[in-house]
């Protein structure tokens, strides 16, 4: 916990809580408390320190541009080998002494711990942000829902945003009426064993799924099956797209008369080369009339990221890890990038009370429980938050 103390001694609280470790931008470390307490105390604590809330938007915007100098540890490039003479001795000829440079030892790798310049965790910025709406919220004594709408030009909320729940194989749940999508994710740990050589595992998975589903509720409340494949269809078949296209198509027939969607298809270490592929097959989609929707979730660590898919319009949506973007500003501003292209957003992280709150002020599409057992207590904690934060602002609108 982290808490930004006011004038008055009223105190806002936030959570530097981070995103899972599979998903750390390039060279960022692992979150470590004692790190992240040296870095709010070294660089966020000046930077905060004395400032007023009542320009609250550039002030969480300005938690993104913090930076600290760290220390990278990294392989130099191996040496160059030395040229071969181009002239022998005659002696060297006759002795045959010649080309016995290979039973030299290997050369061993060679680090270099170098101090570079690079933007404070995350988790840290998301944190102090929560801290930030907290105390504005005690200052003027309003919803921080009704301040964030605001502010960023949503009107206030006026009903709960819909569920994804996370799932597991071989575990019961049960449905909420506010659940519209069953979230599925593959592991990553071994995907031929996972999925199938041919992804006949998961499709048999899927198919059992939907025939469960589609027998226990109407069709009113027929939940979407939301695949989070971690690149698994990339893993089997690199980039042939026509066999992926045809794995899709299986798993849209499994799925039946459930819809479908599909995540992270395709991940690569390029994000540049992951959203061109992704468009790529998502255009053989198009042209198959199959109606599967393709989303990307993982690598997506700032707005900048996610202007990459919407402007190359490679899918139709966006899952978004809160803990990844740092502040509130920031998802804010990927929430407006995605809006003017019409990509649905889900919003994912933690706790439970600040995704709530922001999923309404923002009004995502959707928005994820913890996959952390036991997932229906977070489904609840989701719904309470929300029915108590809309109740909050209309006794709040009709004071």
């Known amino acids: 916990m982290i808490g930004v103390a006011l004038d008055s001694g009223q105190v806002g609280w936030g959570l530097c809580?981070?995103?899972?470790?599979?998903?750390?931008?390039?060279?960022l470390k692992p979150y470590r408390q004692a790190e992240a307490l040296a870095t709010i105390?070294?660089?966020?604590?000046?930077?905060?320190?004395?400032?007023?809330?009542?320009d609250l938007k550039n002030l969480a915007a300005s938690l993104d541009a913090l930076v600290e100098t760290v220390q990278v540890t990294k392989a130099l490039p191996p040496a160059e080998p030395?040229?071969?003479?181009?002239?022998?001795?005659?002696?060297?000829?006759?002795?045959?002494?010649?080309?016995?440079?290979?039973?030299?030892?290997?050369t061993l790798p060679v680090f270099e711990t170098i101090e570079v310049a690079q933007a404070i965790h995350p988790a840290i910025r998301q944190g102090l942000s929560q801290a930030l709406?907290?105390?504005?919220?005690?200052?003027?004594?309003?919803?921080?829902?009704?301040?964030?709408?605001?502010?960023?030009?949503?009107?206030?909320?006026s009903a709960a945003v819909p569920l994804q729940m996370p799932i597991l194989r071989g575990t019961m749940f049960q449905l909420a009426e506010a659940v519209v999508a069953l979230r599925y994710t593959v592991s990553g740990a071994n995907f031929e064993r996972e999925l199938g050589s041919q992804v006949e595992r998961l499709q048999r998975f899927v198919r059992q799924l939907s025939q469960g589903i589609t027998g226990a509720t109407s069709k009113t409340l027929r939940p979407i099956l939301h695949l989070d494949m971690h690149g698994g269809?990339?893993?089997?078949?690199?980039?042939?797209?026509?066999?992926?296209?045809?794995?899709?198509?299986?798993?849209?027939?499994?799925?039946?008369?459930?819809?479908?969607?599909?995540?992270?298809?395709?991940?690569?270490?390029d994000i540049q080369h992951t959203a061109r592929l992704t468009r790529n097959l998502k255009d053989l989609l198009d042209k198959r009339g199959i109606s599967v929707q393709l989303v990307a979730g993982a690598g997506l660590h700032s707005p900048a990221d996610v202007a990459i898919y919407a402007d190359s319009k490679a899918v139709d949506a966006v899952s978004l890890h809160a803990s990844r973007l740092g502040s509130f500003a920031a998802l804010a501003e990927t929430i407006a990038i995605c809006r003017q292209a019409e990509l649905a957003v889900?919003?994912?992280g933690s706790p439970a009370a600040a995704i709530a709150q922001l999923a309404l002020a923002f009004q995502v599409d959707e928005v994820i429980a913890s996959a952390q057992p036991p997932v229906q207590a977070s489904v609840a904690a989701l719904q309470n938050e929300m029915s108590r934060t809309l109740a909050e602002l209309k006794f709040h609108r009709l004071r």
């Open 17 to 27: 809580q981070p995103a899972p470790d599979d998903g750390l931008a390039a060279n």
């Open 41 to 54: 105390q070294k660089t966020a604590l000046p930077a905060l320190n004395g400032r007023s809330l009542s």
């Open 82 to 106: 030395e040229p071969a003479p181009k002239r022998f001795a005659r002696r060297a000829l006759l002795t045959g002494a010649l080309g016995h440079g290979s039973s030299e030892a290997p």
């Open 133 to 157: 709406l907290a105390a504005i919220a005690l200052e003027r004594r309003e919803p921080l829902t009704a301040w964030l709408a605001r502010a960023y030009g949503y009107p206030d909320p």
């Open 233 to 269: 269809l990339q893993a089997l078949f690199n980039d042939n797209l026509g066999l992926m296209l045809g794995v899709i198509y299986g798993l849209e027939e499994a799925a039946h008369p459930c819809l479908l969607r599909v995540q992270d298809p395709i991940l690569s270490a």
């Open 346 to 348: 889900y919003l994912d």
